[in-house]
């Protein structure tokens, strides 16, 4: 019977033996994956930086062309992990973004293109994504992507501008943005007057309502 009892005791604190070891193991995976992400998240930080030098030359480029070539007051703005370069014409108010992310594991740069225009009056490309391994960043192949949705932006502009001869008849203007646009794209309208505003987006016309609200309150 003693020796029964030995084994079983034996075979007891092998299996505290095992937990153990599986929990030394768990931990010290938890601590080579921690260390692994702050290494990887260092990479993206770097390339981060990198990045800042890529895409803000060429948004200045494309504010000086547009400066020089059309009658629009472009504002550009580089940092780190967004670059923005946003105008209103005379149609349309208009932003390009590129944005900088990461995967959840923290092994590729993540980078996204977005064109945002108000009042839409065309189907036109406006989201790009492009995703590189961090620690095999290719500076090159990020240019020529960048490279790519400028021009993208550059045609969709123009095509944009082409309609408005088309358009002429039918056009409005925003009060408040100073926009002007097809009559059929506005977003809101108000009576006032006897007449109807237009406008090219809700929260322009929730602008024009709360100043007219300071206003009578001033009065």
């Given at each position: 019977?003693?020796s029964?009892?030995?084994?079983l005791?034996?075979?007891?604190?092998?299996?505290f033996?095992?937990?153990?070891?599986?929990a030394d193991?768990?931990?010290?995976?938890?601590?080579?994956?921690?260390?692994?992400?702050?290494?990887?998240?260092?990479?993206?930080?770097?390339?981060?930086?990198?990045?800042?030098?890529v895409?803000?030359?060429?948004?200045?480029?494309?504010?000086?062309?547009?400066?020089?070539?059309?009658?629009?007051?472009?504002?550009?703005?580089t940092?780190?992990r967004?670059?923005?370069?946003?105008f209103?014409?005379?149609l349309?108010?208009i932003?390009?973004?590129?944005?900088?992310?990461?995967?959840?594991d923290?092994?590729?740069l993540?980078?996204?293109?977005?064109?945002?225009?108000?009042?839409?009056?065309?189907?036109?490309?406006?989201?790009?994504?492009?995703?590189?391994?961090?620690?095999?960043?290719?500076?090159?192949a990020?240019?020529?992507w960048?490279?790519?949705?400028?021009?993208?932006f550059?045609?969709?502009?123009?095509?944009?501008?082409e309609?408005?001869?088309y358009?002429?008849a039918?056009?409005?203007e925003?009060p408040?943005?100073?926009?002007?646009?097809p009559e059929f794209?506005?977003a809101?309208?108000?009576?006032?007057?006897?007449?109807?505003?237009?406008?090219?987006a809700?929260?322009t016309?929730?602008?024009?309502?709360?100043?007219?609200?300071k206003?009578?309150?001033?009065?």
């Amino acid at each position: 019977m003693e020796s029964e009892i030995q084994n079983l005791l034996s075979r007891i604190d092998q299996e505290f033996s095992r937990a153990r070891a599986k929990a030394d193991k768990m931990r010290k995976e938890k601590v080579e994956e921690h260390q692994g992400r702050q290494s990887r998240l260092e990479l993206f930080e770097k390339a981060c930086e990198q990045l800042k030098g890529v895409w803000g030359p060429r948004l200045e480029t494309l504010r000086k062309a547009f400066g020089e070539k059309v009658k629009v007051e472009p504002h550009a703005d580089t940092g780190r992990r967004q670059a923005t370069f946003a105008f209103v014409s005379n149609l349309a108010r208009i932003t390009l973004t590129f944005t900088a992310t990461t995967d959840a594991d923290v092994r590729k740069l993540v980078l996204d293109y977005s064109l945002q225009v108000l009042p839409v009056l065309m189907t036109y490309p406006d989201r790009a994504r492009l995703d590189q391994p961090l620690d095999a960043i290719d500076e090159k192949a990020i240019g020529d992507w960048i490279d790519g949705r400028i021009v993208d932006f550059v045609k969709t502009y123009l095509s944009i501008h082409e309609n408005e001869f088309y358009l002429q008849a039918h056009m409005v203007e925003d009060p408040v943005a100073h926009v002007r646009f097809p009559e059929f794209a506005a977003a809101s309208t108000l009576e006032r007057g006897g007449k109807t505003l237009y406008f090219i987006a809700n929260e322009t016309r929730e602008e024009f309502e709360a100043k007219e609200g300071k206003q009578r309150s001033a009065g």
